[in-house]
């Protein structure tokens, strides 16, 4: 059989198993890579390269240092000291919860970022009836999401396509490539949960009590050492200072960030090491493995040429990034968005020379879309973690649906805009 197409075989039957989700997604990705192998469609070096990428190796790093934030109560000491600063004003707290979270998202794991104010909420809740906690903690989980999606380091979606436009050869993102329309985007969801959020909410869960979470509230530990959180303090700020201006490769901006970590003894080199989700960063290596794979089997064409024969050369660029970036929103509700960008991205990347197509303006597009995608709590951990406080499977829809339309105007208004869809 033709390799071309024996490598699109698998890479379907690694979409269904992502779709079916009975596997970890890092499982199934790595089993797309051996199967790759076995059936002599690319040798062991092209599968298997992607675990040293850079990429991969600046996710483990940003995930060291985000634990090592948290392990000196930096993070707990920020959350809790927004919370003094509001003085019991519910408004006060969403702005000040929601822009800190976003802040810190952009650096940090999402979900970690939620889980360091899911219990000061509670306990704030539990002790003041006037602050309901399903009011403050959705605000958050959408500071955590959409802020994470404001950086190349924020979110595992613009790391995977990052992955595959170095793969490509195509112009990498930098740092904050992500921020103008990401700032919008975290911008326009705070003033969407103050004031159409407020609304919906109340009309949602309004008259639901706080104790049908299913979460245990645990009080946050006082027990920390300042010179620890302040030496954490200085390597976290100087970490951002290398990543803005890009002196040394971000990669190892954020090894020798996670390294000093350890030295310093902001966090143990055991912790370090468990507190990294393998399972996110064999997903990331996975499936740029698989990538690859199929681009040098030449399935990767055949899927471009099947996807112009549809479309034609008579879509304008706008419409067909419209589509797409609409595609990978939706699908994104529903499974990993790293997955929705697998699937899309390399077709992008693929066609975009014989139609003239600005890569990097649609790989921004989609990926930004990928990571705004609020409406089923399917569509991230960030989310699915935020249900433990009460909220039902279809609060998301209803709260989040005008977001996300709002959202996708945003992006496919900006982004032509301000890179071109051409080249």
């Avoid at 999401?145 to 050869?169: K, N």
């Avoid at 493995?289 to 112009?308: C, N, P, R, V, Y």
Wanted: charged share 10%.
């Amino acid at each position: 059989m033709d390799p071309a197409v024996l490598s699109l075989i698998i890479f379907t039957f690694c979409i269904i198993l992502f779709i079916w989700d009975r596997l970890p997604m890092a499982t199934t990705a790595i089993l797309g890579c051996v199967l790759m192998v076995i059936f002599k469609i690319c040798n062991f070096k092209t599968a298997f390269a992607q675990c040293a990428s850079s990429t991969v190796i600046l996710t483990i790093g940003v995930m060291m240092i985000g634990a090592a934030i948290s392990e000196t109560g930096l993070a707990a000491t920020i959350g809790a000291w927004i919370v003094r600063v509001s003085k019991g004003s519910e408004t006060k707290l969403i702005i000040g919860t929601y822009l800190v979270s976003a802040a810190m998202s952009a650096f940090l794991t999402n979900s970690a970022v939620l889980a360091i104010f899911i219990p000061i909420i509670m306990g704030l809740s539990a002790a003041n009836d006037k602050i309901k906690a399903k009011d403050l903690i959705m605000p958050i989980a959408y500071g955590c999401v959409i802020g994470g999606a404001s950086t190349l380091v924020g979110s595992t979606q613009q790391m995977t396509a990052q992955g595959l436009l170095e793969e490509s050869g195509a112009r990498l993102f930098k740092t904050f490539d992500f921020t103008l329309v990401g700032g919008v985007l975290v911008i326009l969801g705070l003033v969407y949960c103050l004031t159409a959020g407020r609304f919906l909410g109340d009309k949602i869960w309004g008259k639901r009590p706080d104790d049908d979470a299913d979460y245990d509230i645990h009080p946050v530990a006082a027990n920390y050492k300042k010179s620890k959180m302040i030496i954490m303090a200085v390597i976290f700020l100087l970490t951002v200072v290398f990543y803005i201006t890009e002196w040394i490769p971000l990669a190892i901006t954020s090894s020798t960030a996670a390294i000093l970590c350890i030295i310093t003894g902001c966090i143990p080199q055991k912790k370090a090491f468990t507190a990294v989700n393998w399972n996110i960063v064999g997903r990331l290596a996975g499936c740029l493995g698989l990538a690859k794979a199929l681009e040098s089997a030449g399935g990767t064409k055949l899927i471009a040429q099947a996807f112009s024969n549809v479309v034609g050369d008579s879509l304008s660029p706008f419409l067909l990034f419209a589509i797409l970036v609409l595609l990978v929103q939706v699908v994104s509700e529903f499974m990993s968005n790293s997955t929705a960008i697998l699937i899309v991205l390399p077709i992008v990347l693929s066609i975009a020379p014989q139609l003239h197509l600005n890569p990097y303006s649609f790989a921004l597009g989609i990926t930004l879309a990928s990571g705004v995608a609020l409406s089923c709590p399917l569509a991230s951990s960030t989310l699915g973690m935020s249900m433990s406080v009460g909220y039902k499977f279809n609060d998301y829809f209803k709260y989040s649906i005008f977001y996300d339309i709002l959202a996708y105007l945003v992006i496919i208004a900006m982004v032509p805009a301000i890179y071109g869809l051409t080249i």
